[in-house]
């Protein structure tokens, strides 16, 4: 059981590039979810998602897009990568509503 | 905006003994958990305490809820020097409310010395 699985670990981004952080789980959890984490911020939701075809925003979603076409992937697309996205971004998803998260490994973005 | 703060920011202790953290929040929740982050590396669970409880143990671990002062703490008992990491509490909102997504605090930065 990988659990969430995600691609790449690092990346490095000129400003104005667009690229698309891939995640998948392989647990058929119905939740999923984007964080980024900066120091001294915690972890802020940029998108979520409570099943395929069903996507909403969270905290923190400018400048980012998902989708959910599968249960098992939800795919993060930078549109036109700013330096003020430097970051760590993190992947996470649930069973249902009340349960806990399972996060991926994150992946360490910088735009320069 | 930040549902969870933890207190303190950062603690630092020697093997053997015991570290509290504690976290406040601001609106009704269906439960509060606590992450645990070694550098580098993803959250993982540890432990979910219900609106409902009172105090749930695991392990070396102690957790504490009180729905009246909007506060929960983490309570790790004989630390180890592998304990090092960040722990995070979570709060997911009462039904009805929020994104059902989990509402992140700033964390504590625990050390433990060997």
């Known amino acids: 059981n990988a659990g969430v699985t995600q691609t790449p670990k690092f990346q490095v981004l000129k400003t104005g590039q667009s690229m698309t952080l891939q995640c998948a789980q392989d647990?058929?959890?119905?939740?999923m979810s984007w964080y980024r984490q900066d120091p001294g911020m915690g972890l802020r939701l940029i998108h979520y998602s409570v099943g395929a075809g069903i996507t909403d925003q969270g905290e923190v979603p400018n400048g980012y897009n998902v989708s959910r076409s599968t249960t098992e992937d939800f795919p993060l697309r930078l549109l036109s990568a700013a330096p003020s996205q430097t970051s760590v971004y993190f992947c996470a998803s649930k069973n249902s509503r009340n349960t806990e998260a399972f996060f991926g490994q994150g992946t360490r973005l910088t735009v320069v | 905006s930040q549902q969870g703060e933890e207190d303190p920011q950062a603690l630092s202790i020697q093997e053997g003994e015991n570290a509290t953290m504690n976290c406040s929040y601001k609106?009704?929740?269906?439960?509060l958990q606590w992450y645990r982050q070694n550098s580098g590396r993803g959250l993982v669970h540890l432990i979910l305490i219900r609106s409902n409880e009172r105090e749930k143990h695991s392990g070396r671990l102690r957790v504490t809820l009180d729905t009246s002062k909007k506060s929960s703490s983490l309570l790790i008992t004989a630390s180890r020097a592998a304990d090092t990491a960040s722990y995070f509490c979570?709060?997911?909102?009462?039904?009805?409310?929020?994104?059902?997504?989990?509402?992140f605090g700033k964390g504590t930065k625990l050390s433990v010395i060997p």
């Open positions: 979570a709060t997911v909102p009462y039904s009805g409310a929020g994104s059902y997504q989990l509402t």
């Open positions: 647990m058929n959890h119905e939740y």
């Open positions: 609106t009704s929740i269906n439960n």
